[in-house]
């Protein structure tokens, strides 16, 4: 027969272990997932659009240059913050993707 | 005498021992006065190294922009620039006195940051003067939690160490997104703020800007057959320019010819709700101090023209950091029910006001 005192250390150290391992399963459900901020292209004559990841000194309404499908004016027409599931990398770049395709996905 | 009844007897002993250390001593205050305080210079520390980040990242950009001496110019702005209350138990003119004041503040700020950076382009300066202004309120948040903490430890009290330790982690969060933010406002990017002159830029088409206040134009343009002035901030420097003044001029030069007046702004949201939700009621959306909003209420009220609000919800973390992907849906969802309310409400030949309430960094 166990004495008391060794049934409630038993019962203190089982409830830590399992609070532990669901834990750990917990955050390892979790997807990993990286910020990226998008600028969106739109091109003011043509319905040509695409995105690619922000550069300094971009700013919605600033003119990037040509369309490349009929020559009008690109404009940056959204700046904003996604979340990308994937792996954080150093110096990742999104891939651009034209016509409103989402970023590819890691 | 066997080993149950010995146990029994320890645990009675130490039942009665406990209880009484309990309730007849102030070992468990001390002992939680000693517990908050160990997890309150944790947070301090935390805290300590959120406003040195910031006012790294100040010199760091001050330096970009060739500034001399960019910790003398951070050091001469912090707890400086302040500004008193005016005196509310007489509350007649009250508002033109904050208004005046506010005003005040405004110039001496940006008269220090032009004095200090002369060589910087406008959206630079703007850019500098909320980058200062963040840094300011980092050290102001970290001195008053020191002062409370510092103020518990003095004189014992381990009420004022709890409540402080359990806002704590609140007032880090929040500390740390306005350290995050300062990154938008470097980089440019546009913030959650932002959605109200952003639903104003997609609205104004092609239309060029009339400069109406400092600051901030309008823009004349056709909705639906409407004739639509389109109040924002002047970008893309981070302003919000003065949009109260903005429309009593408008409404004072176009009279009762107004339909509608539309207000877009971000509004906080509840812990409940979704980023990005919009809603639409009635009053002017703008949550300034008090002066901007009131020009907004008197000029629709003078001339009696209904007031419109459309606010896309936000956490006040979203608020200050770059714009995310559900609030610039929430934009687009504010744009339809813009043009809704402009179609339904306003007649074939009348005029609306469209104002795009926020900060207008990284939009034109």
């Given amino acids: 027969m166990l004495d008391p005192i060794t049934v409630v250390i038993l019962a203190v150290l089982a409830f830590i272990i399992m609070y532990m391992t669901v834990s750990a399963m917990k955050s390892r459900q979790e997807p990993l997932k990286r910020k990226v901020i998008v600028t969106q292209l739109k091109c003011g004559n043509c319905d040509y659009s695409e995105r690619r990841e922000f550069r300094e000194g971009d700013y919605v309404g600033k003119g990037i240059g040509e369309c490349p499908k009929c020559g009008g004016k690109l404009l940056v027409d959204a700046i904003y913050l996604e979340e990308v599931e994937g792996v954080p990398e150093l110096g990742s770049a999104i891939s651009i993707s034209k016509q409103g395709q989402p970023p590819r996905k890691r | ?364």
Avoid: C
């Avoid at chain 2, 009420?159 to 806002?167: T, V």
């Avoid at chain 2, 003044?245 to 906080?268: F, M, P, Q």
């Avoid at chain 2, 609030?327 to 005029?351: L, Q």
């Fill in chain 2, 1 to 364: 005498m066997d080993g149950s009844n010995d146990w029994a007897s320890t645990i009675l002993v130490l039942l009665i021992l406990g209880s009484f250390l309990l309730n007849f001593t102030d070992i468990p205050q001390k002992m939680q006065l000693w517990r908050y305080s160990s997890y309150i210079r944790k947070k301090i520390i935390q805290l300590t190294e959120i406003e040195d980040e910031s006012k790294r990242k100040v010199i760091k950009y001050l330096s970009r922009l060739n500034v001399e001496n960019p910790r003398k110019v951070l050091e001469g702005f912090i707890d400086n620039f302040f500004m008193i209350s005016p005196v509310d138990i007489e509350p007649t003119d009250i508002i033109r006195r904050m208004r005046h004041l506010i005003r005040i503040r405004d110039d001496s700020i940006r008269k220090y940051v032009e004095e200090n950076l002369p060589n910087a382009t406008l959206v630079q300066r703007q850019n500098a003067e909320v980058l200062l202004e963040i840094s300011s309120v980092l050290t102001l948040i970290n001195k008053i939690v020191k002062h409370y903490f510092q103020l518990g430890l003095k004189y014992n009290n381990w009420i004022l160490m709890m409540q402080l330790a359990l806002e704590l982690q609140q007032v880090v969060r929040l500390a740390k997104a306005y350290d995050d933010a300062m990154d938008s406002f470097m980089k440019g990017t546009p913030i959650g703020d932002g959605a109200g002159p952003l639903v104003a830029y997609y609205l104004k088409g092609d239309a060029e800007p009339v400069e109406i206040s400092r600051e901030t134009v309008y823009y004349l343009t056709e909705i639906e057959g409407r004739k639509v002035y389109v109040i924002k901030a002047k970008g893309p420097g981070s302003t919000v320019g003065w949009p109260g003044e903005a429309v009593e001029k408008i409404i004072n030069d176009l009279g009762s010819s107004v339909s509608r007046i539309i207000t877009v702004d971000a509004a906080l949201k509840l812990e409940s709700e979704k980023t990005g939700e919009v809603a639409y009621g009635v009053g002017a959306a703008i949550g300034d101090p008090g002066p901007e909003k009131i020009a907004i209420e008197r000029a629709a009220t003078k001339y009696g023209i209904p007031l419109d609000a459309v606010v896309i919800k936000m956490s006040n973390e979203e608020a200050i950091n770059t714009m995310t992907k559900q609030i610039f849906e929430g934009v687009r969802k504010a744009i339809e029910i813009v043009k809704r309310i402009i179609k339904e409400k306003v007649p074939k030949d009348g005029i609306a006001v469209v104002v795009g309430i926020g900060n207008t960094v990284g939009i034109t």
